[in-house]
């Protein structure tokens, strides 16, 4: 009789956000339609790693399981994506998982994405309201300008393009690809526009445009397939602008 079929993950771990990481291997009976999430979960219920040793069970993050929420991106086999979406059929084995490079470890692949969070705070990337009583129906804006908006829209916040950008590091206080995109986003938006020159001079700033090196990894990465470089230029476009109207009094800007 011959063997059954069995999948071998390498998991990059970390018990605390002030430990060392270590690698700890699992192997588990290989299933049809088997993504990384599900093999994880396996883990869970049974975490006994390869060496027969029970161990504690591997932390990870997910929510909608269906690449919409964006949470449990990780490093699988040294790309940043979706583990949700990542089939085991399609993996190179061992897999070998690992925490995004880019934010603070909490535990094994669970990391901080606060830098992410803060930067879209920086940016002002929502739609100002007054008040929470009904204000009727909204401005309505182009079909053609709603439908690359809706584009722009897909973003999860998911990180990758982040952890893809060379430029988002450590020693960088780029904000990154995602909360760019989202500034071009609400700058087009009829409401959001009110607060558009505030956000163009926020990317004018520390950390705008200009730290960005235009490698393009982030549009590559994105599992979304935003436009993110197609975003950065139109920005560049409207920074410009806004540096002339800057200069000259708005007064004097047609």
């Known amino acids: 009789m011959s063997e059954n079929k069995t999948v071998r993950f390498i998991v990059t771990r970390q018990d605390s956000p002030d430990t060392e990481s270590y690698t700890e291997e699992f192997e588990l009976e290989y299933r049809p339609n088997m993504n990384v999430i599900s093999a994880l979960m396996e883990i869970r219920r049974n975490p006994v790693n390869v060496k027969g040793e029970k161990t504690t069970p591997v932390n990870w993050e997910m929510n909608c399981l269906e690449e919409v929420c964006g949470a449990c991106s990780m490093i699988i086999n040294g790309k940043p994506r979706q583990s949700c979406t990542a089939l085991v059929d399609k993996l190179e084995q061992p897999i070998r998982l690992a925490p995004m490079k880019t934010f603070p470890v909490v535990r094994d692949l669970i990391v901080d994405r606060s830098r992410m969070f803060d930067s879209l705070k920086k940016v ?15 401005p309505r804006m182009p079909e053609k300008r709603r439908q690359w908006a809706y584009e722009l829209s897909k973003c999860m916040t998911c990180g ?13 206080d780029f904000i990154g690809p995602a909360p760019l995109s989202q500034v071009r986003l609400f700058n087009a938006h009829p409401t959001g526009a009110m607060n558009k020159d505030e956000r163009l001079e926020t990317i004018m700033g520390d950390g705008g445009l200009s730290n960005c090196g235009n490698s393009q990894n982030c549009v590559q990465s994105c599992p979304k397939g935003i436009p993110l470089t197609t975003s950065i230029a139109a920005l560049n476009r409207d920074t410009s602008f806004q ?12």
């Open 243 to 254: 540096m002339f109207k800057n200069f000259f009094g708005s007064d004097n800007m047609v």
């Open 160 to 172: 990758v393009c982040l952890e893809a950008c060379p430029n988002v590091n450590s020693k960088s």
């Open 124 to 138: 002002k990337a929502w739609v100002p309201i007054d008040g929470t009583y009904d204000l009727g129906p909204g």
